[in-house]
């Protein structure tokens, strides 16, 4: 079954420093990815995509993720975190029954 | 577009009365999803449509709770007789395409 990892709850960075949070993903075929950032009392808001391509792929706000075929990882990046990132981020996978299937979140804090 | 339209954000119920949440999705998107949020669970799906027609429910906990979507602009999720323990954010999401977009939530307190 399609599934999706995100081994990291929290994660704690000073404002500035990078940023990566990471995704492990189950899947027969090359999937659909997914991040979505969620912020406080807010709904999801899509950062960014991959179908096919180009494995880095670049989203809002900065942020960019590289699927990794051989590692099943799609791991988010930012070079330098700002105070306003501060989220609950999501990994998704879009199943071959059009079900999207998310990890269960990595939690940003961010230090001034 | 306006974006996924969910009504009402914030939902106060007493246990043992219905409550219904309504969602708008995006127009010209033919799938739309309901999601619940809560802490111990994270996102579960509910149930999802294709072209108006529920294709799979399997998350949709019980018989208390009912998703329809009578055209292509509505969708209600349903509960009846609600319980405490169904407060949660409950979300709305609609897709043309492989991305997904989502409303802001109504938020469900069952007291």
């Known amino acids: 079954a399609q599934s999706v990892t995100q081994p990291d709850i929290h994660i704690t960075v000073s404002e500035g420093a990078s940023l990566e949070l990471r995704c492990n993903y189950s899947y027969g075929a090359t999937p659909y990815l997914f991040w979505y950032v969620q912020s406080p009392g807010q709904g999801l808001q899509l950062l960014l995509k991959y179908f096919s391509g180009d494995t880095l792929v670049q989203g809002i706000k900065g942020f960019e993720a590289e699927f990794k075929r051989s590692q099943s990882s799609f791991n988010l990046r930012k070079p330098s975190v700002h105070w306003s990132d501060a989220a609950e981020y999501f990994c998704v996978v879009l199943s071959g029954t059009y079900k999207y299937i998310f990890g269960t979140g990595t939690r940003l804090k961010v230090l001034a | ?111």
């Open chain 2, 1 to 111: 577009d306006a974006g996924v339209i969910q009504s009402p954000r914030h939902e106060v119920t007493e246990m043992g009365q219905e409550v219904t949440l309504r969602c708008k999705p995006i127009s010209g998107h033919d799938y739309l999803f309901w999601y619940r949020q809560t802490m111990m669970r994270g996102l579960e799906l509910l149930i999802y449509f294709n072209n108006n027609v529920p294709i799979d429910d399997s998350g949709m906990p019980e018989d208390r709770f009912s998703a329809k979507m009578p055209n292509a602009s509505f969708s209600t999720l349903k509960i009846q007789p609600s319980e405490p323990r169904d407060s949660a954010v409950y979300f709305c999401a609609s897709s043309a395409d492989p991305e997904a977009f989502f409303g802001q939530g109504t938020r469900l307190t069952v007291v």
